[in-house]
């Protein structure tokens, strides 16, 4: 079973910007879509972002409006989602995950990292 272990989660107030970070095993990481998902309490889970195996193709949720950017740092094994202009919306726990391929359902989920965005 692999393993995607998430980080940089916390609380922003709104306007603020958060950096999420998600490290995988090397030899799994290089062929795999990543992405993350969040889930907000007593809401659906939905898509913030995914990045093809080459970075080439990045898709995104339609709610993230150019705020969000998702990176991936193949020598590192790790895949970054940079939160910005954060909205109290966004408060929900953002999933790592990973896919065979852009057309593939996830079949790998990270643990999750809270986000949470208030005054």
């Known amino acids: 079973q692999e393993s995607l272990m998430e980080s940089g989660g916390g609380w922003v107030q709104p306007g603020g910007s958060l950096r999420l970070s998600c490290l995988a095993p090397g030899s799994f990481f290089n062929s795999r879509v990543m992405g993350w998902v969040r889930q907000a309490p007593g809401k659906e889970r939905e898509l913030v972002a995914r990045i093809s195996s080459d970075g080439g193709t990045r898709v995104y949720g339609d709610f993230v409006k150019g705020r969000f950017t998702i990176t991936r740092d193949d020598a590192k094994n790790t895949v970054f989602l940079i939160l910005e202009g954060l909205e109290p919306e966004d408060s929900a726990v953002y999933y790592c995950?990973?896919?065979?391929?852009?057309?593939?359902?996830?079949?790998?989920w990270g643990q999750g990292t809270q986000v949470t965005v208030s005054s």
């Open positions: 995950t990973s896919a065979r391929n852009l057309s593939a359902p996830v079949d790998f």
